[in-house]
């Protein structure tokens, strides 16, 4: 497994992958310097393009080893949410032919293990509350604000 650091307006994001994939975002505190993989100098790349409102869609490979057949699901389509638009944990659950099942649609999204690439900071609350995000309320709010000013 390889991994980088990317100091983003959010904080430090460590970033692990294999030659071919992106495994994992995570947000840490602290970073490491290293030489990192070809491979990671792309994801930071466009992450470094994203958040400098130039890149509206990744074109990464990702990879999900332990998600479920239902999570992958999920991820799927929630790869079609665009750039700057939010859609419902109901709306979301409906896009995969499963309108009743909106909780397990909010379990999938909290164990997305690639975050901002897989863009569930873009899946609010009906009531248009933001809800969670594995890196933090502050992150998804930053996240949301800045998609919606560079759209």
Same mark, same amino acid.
């Given at each position: 497994?390889?991994?980088?650091?990317?100091?983003?307006?959010?904080?430090?994001?460590?970033?692990?992958?294999?030659?071919?994939?992106?495994?994992?975002?995570?947000?840490?505190?602290?970073?490491?310097?290293?030489?990192?993989?070809?491979?990671?100098?792309?994801?930071?790349?466009?992450?470094?393009?994203?958040?400098?409102?130039? *890149?509206?869609?990744?074109?990464?490979?990702?990879?999900?080893?332990?998600?479920?057949?239902?999570?992958?699901?999920?991820?799927?389509?929630?790869?079609?949410?665009?750039?700057?638009?939010?859609?419902?944990?109901?709306?979301?659950?409906?896009?995969?032919?499963?309108?009743?099942?909106?909780?397990?649609?909010?379990?999938?999204?909290?164990?997305?293990?690639?975050?901002?690439?897989?863009?569930?900071?873009?899946?609010?609350?009906?009531?248009?509350?933001?809800?969670?995000?594995?890196?933090?309320?502050?992150?998804?709010?930053? *996240?949301?604000?800045?998609?919606?000013?560079?759209?």
């Amino acid at each position: 497994m390889e991994v980088a650091f990317y100091k983003s307006p959010i904080g430090i994001l460590k970033i692990f992958s294999t030659d071919y994939a992106l495994k994992k975002i995570e947000l840490v505190n602290a970073r490491n310097d290293f030489e990192c993989s070809a491979f990671n100098y792309e994801v930071i790349d466009q992450l470094e393009a994203y958040f400098e409102g130039r *890149l509206f869609r990744f074109n990464i490979p990702v990879e999900f080893d332990k998600a479920t057949d239902f999570q992958k699901k999920v991820y799927d389509a929630l790869m079609s949410v665009r750039y700057g638009q939010t859609k419902s944990y109901k709306e979301l659950a409906q896009m995969i032919d499963r309108p009743n099942a909106c909780r397990a649609v909010g379990s999938a999204l909290a164990k997305n293990p690639i975050p901002i690439i897989v863009p569930c900071h873009r899946i609010v609350n009906s009531n248009g509350k933001i809800g969670e995000f594995a890196l933090g309320t502050d992150a998804k709010k930053y *996240l949301l604000d800045f998609e919606k000013a560079h759209k």
